[in-house]
């Protein structure tokens, strides 16, 4: 690659993200329907012309916002971490990460805005559940497969155990959450949530005697 196609492509990332950037609050602050590209306009600066030469369209920027969202807030989930940690460790890690994000403000938001267009815009509420909420049960998948092979938890199947975890974990506090009816939760909340789901989660997969893998 010579010096001037580098040159060229550090500024078109740089503008790429920045116009992001910028869209993500207008479409955050205002919702879908009520966002323009003008306003993004007047936040970034540049032209209409520039935004639909990089996303295609209106719905083609707020999908690849959502894209990014989500990629930056679950890519920590694919993290595993030390091998040599027990299993519950791990789950407990785990259980403190993706409930961070669910508390996440800009989760909420995103959330909020998919959810709202999902009946028009179904690629769109795809998109977001495959690149943000279904790679959290990918990755908790993962770590049981791992812990069933090492004899650590007795699970028929880790994808469905997953869900369940994940269901456990996240409850009515989200919902609410998301809804406006409570605060996100504090730090120490998070750690308490956690463990209470973990303990009840190991409850139903511990290996006894009467339920040995083979």
């Known amino acids: 690659m010579n010096q001037t196609t580098k040159a060229t492509r550090v500024p078109q990332a740089a503008r790429r993200a920045a116009i992001l950037d910028a869209a993500a609050k207008v479409f955050l602050d205002h919702g879908y329907a ?15 012309r520039n935004i639909y030469s990089i996303f295609g369209s209106k719905e083609g920027l707020f999908n690849a916002i959502v894209e990014e969202k989500a ?22 890690e785990f259980a403190v990460r993706l409930l961070e994000i669910f508390m996440s403000p800009q989760m909420a938001g995103v959330y909020r805005v998919v959810i709202s267009e999902a009946s028009r815009l179904p690629n769109l509420a795809s998109s977001f559940y495959r690149n943000g909420p279904g790679r959290s049960a990918v990755a908790l998948a993962g770590i049981l497969d791992d812990a069933v092979r090492r004899g650590e938890i007795f ?60």
Do not use: C, H, W
């Open 34 to 48: 009520a966002a323009s590209i003008d306003a993004v306009i007047e936040r970034i600066g540049g032209s209409k």
């Open 155 to 214: 699970v028929d199947d880790t994808k469905e155990a997953a869900e369940q975890f994940i269901g456990i974990l996240r409850g009515n506090i989200y919902l609410e959450f998301v809804l406006g009816l409570r605060e996100p939760l504090e730090p120490d909340e998070i750690v308490a949530s956690a463990r209470r789901a973990v303990r009840l989660f190991m409850n139903g997969v511990a290996v006894t005697s009467s339920r040995v893998p083979t």
């Open 71 to 92: 990629e930056d807030l679950f890519n920590i989930l694919s993290v595993q971490g030390d091998i040599r940690k027990e299993f519950q460790e791990k789950l407990f």
